[in-house]
């Protein structure tokens, strides 16, 4: 029997809703064993020194291999937008369209409001901006970008009196960026203006980060860069299970049932089944796992699971 492990990361289970489970997955995932570990997906899956996430720095490191000791955190342009609920962060990262050129004229802005709190903020890539922080400046919790798209922004701002700061700054700067000609002319050009910063992912480098993979594929600029820095080869996702070896995959992303069946369950647990794999672990957001074995085909007696939401024997939500 082969071994290894197959990681399938993937949403909370509510963002399915009503959709249900092909009969082999429904099988599986009812007979395997079921645990709810605390912490917040992929953090949860690294060994990382200090108990830190510091996606700034793993991403600072890669983009322009200057992270060294300094203190680093994401400054990422963003599109916001007011509705009747409140302002909804609506576009970040390559949807944006930013030239390296209009990311400049944007930071050159910005500048003197970082500098006269003892920052410095750059771009090695236009649609990554940094900012270097003194030595011991305290961080609040900041929550991911991607966890924000779509959100309310106030929602997800830092908190706290150490996020005091942040907020404030934030609103400087959306004032920068609002009054900024450039947001002109990509209203005109039919662009998204960049009306907004998200600070997240704040921290230095660890000495030491882990993961148990061989190999990580994900769409997700900050897991692979935190990958690599464990040392792991990260690759694009591919369409569908690359069929062979032991991998974490980064499937956060999904909400459509069906290609997930077809293009990433059926091979994997075929693999299990077939001995190709040792084992497959199920990771969802809302923090749920599944740790499936081929000897859990013998658990006969679990009724199948054809709902998320209905949840798995044994859960509070309750069995099928």
């Keep these: 029997m082969a071994g290894g492990t197959i990681t399938l990361l993937l949403p909370a289970r509510s963002r399915f809703g009503g959709q249900r489970l092909g009969a082999s997955s429904s099988r599986w995932f009812a007979r395997g064993d079921r645990r709810q570990p605390e912490g917040a997906l992929p953090r949860r899956l690294f060994e990382v020194e200090g108990g830190a996430w510091p996606v700034a720095a793993a991403t600072r490191q890669r983009d322009a291999g200057d992270a060294g000791s ?63 922080l003194p030595a011991g400046t305290p961080l609040p919790p900041m929550a991911p970008v991607e966890d924000a798209l779509g959100e309310d922004l106030f929602d997800n701002l830092p908190a706290g009196p150490e996020g005091r700061r942040w907020r404030a700054l934030l609103t400087e700067a959306q ?36 993961l148990d993979a061989a190999r990580v594929l994900s769409d997700d600029d900050g897991l692979r860069a935190m990958a690599s820095l464990a040392g792991v080869a990260a690759e694009p996702l591919p369409e569908a299970w690359p069929g062979s070896g032991s991998a974490l995959a980064d499937l956060r992303h ?64 309750g069995t099928e």
């Design 70 to 132: 300094h203190v680093w955190l994401r400054a990422d342009p963003v599109h916001v937008r007011p509705d009747i609920n409140g302002v909804r962060l609506l576009s970040h990262g390559d949807a944006l369209l930013l030239e390296p050129a209009e990311a400049g004229e944007f930071l050159d802005a910005l500048r003197p409001l970082f500098s006269d709190g003892g920052m410095e903020i750059d771009a090695p890539v236009p649609t990554r901006w940094y900012v270097r």
């Design 175 to 210: 004032v920068v960026l609002h009054n900024h000609p450039h947001n002109t002319a990509r209203a005109a050009a039919g662009l998204a203006p960049v009306n907004s910063l998200w600070f997240w992912g704040g921290g230095s480098l660890p000495e030491r980060a882990s």
């Design 254 to 317: 999904a909400r459509d049932l069906a290609p997930l069946e077809r293009d990433w369950f059926a091979p994997v647990l075929s693999a299990l089944e077939h001995g190709h794999v040792g084992r497959v672990r199920v990771a969802f957001a809302d923090g749920l796992e599944l740790d499936l074995r081929r000897r859990h085909a013998l658990r006969l007696w679990r009724r199948p699971m054809h709902s998320f939401i209905a949840g798995l024997p044994g859960d509070p939500e």
